[in-house]
């Protein structure tokens, strides 16, 4: 089984300040993906970026950015430039990669992020 | 842009009575889920539909059931509803495995 650890729980940040959220999994597959999704106080789930597995270049999308570490085990989050609009929770989330995964996604605890004037 | 519709959005039951939740979606995705959020637990996977006419437990199904009416709609259903089951429920969806969810807004449940 696999399993997502967020050891942060709540940052606070300033604004145009660049913040970095942490996230550490457990697996024994050698292909899967990562994602990082936002969730803000409308409760909805965004996807802020997601990365393969098999891919040595970390994914970036704007101001979000990430550190693959495959050996480590370890997908942290990068937020530069933060804006009061990136404050939210935070989910690391994992999927393997098979054809019977079916978007099982497993969910760390989340980090709250605070962007402050 | 309607994407992924639940309802209702907020919901009270006594603990012991019955509800259903709707979900559906408006973007001809085969699979379709169930999660639940708890505060400080990330969101675990109720129940899944992989395609039209399938279900399939996740990682916490006891207290609940599931129907794939047609490939847009996908409901979760509460038989008897407890305490332990207050939560917020999100339903949600994809195309092919390994693409991203699209998640619907959330159903707040307090069971009292």
């Known amino acids: ?117 | 842009n309607a994407g992924v519709t639940q309802t209702p959005k907020f919901q009270v039951l006594k603990t012991g009575q019955s509800m259903t939740l709707q979900c559906a979606q408006d973007m001809n995705h085969n699979s379709m889920y169930w999660y639940r959020q708890d505060p400080g637990m990330g969101l675990r996977l109720i129940y899944y539909s992989a395609s039209e006419g399938t279900t399939d437990k996740g990682e916490v199904p006891n207290g609940y059931n599931v129907s794939r009416l047609n490939k847009r709609e996908f409901s979760l259903r509460l038989e008897s509803a407890a305490p332990s089951q207050t939560s917020v429920y999100f339903c949600a969806s994809n195309h092919r495995v390994n693409e991203k969810l699209f998640f619907g807004s959330g159903t707040q449940l307090s069971v009292l």
């Open chain 1, 1 to 117: 089984a696999q399993t997502v650890t967020q050891s942060q729980p709540e940052m606070s940040v300033q604004e145009a300040e660049t913040v970095t959220l942490s996230c550490t999994y457990d697996t024994s597959e050698n292909n899967y993906y990562l994602f990082w999704y936002k969730q803000p106080p409308s409760r909805q789930m965004i996807l802020v970026i997601r990365q393969e597995a098999y891919k040595q270049q970390n994914a970036t999308e704007n101001r979000f950015s990430v550190n693959f570490q495959k050996a480590a085990k370890s997908f942290s989050l990068k937020i530069s430039d933060s804006q009061l609009g990136d404050t939210a929770m935070y989910f690391c989330a994992f999927m393997k990669y098979t054809t019977d995964s079916w978007g099982k996604l497993q969910f760390g605890a989340g980090t709250q992020v605070v962007v402050t004037p």
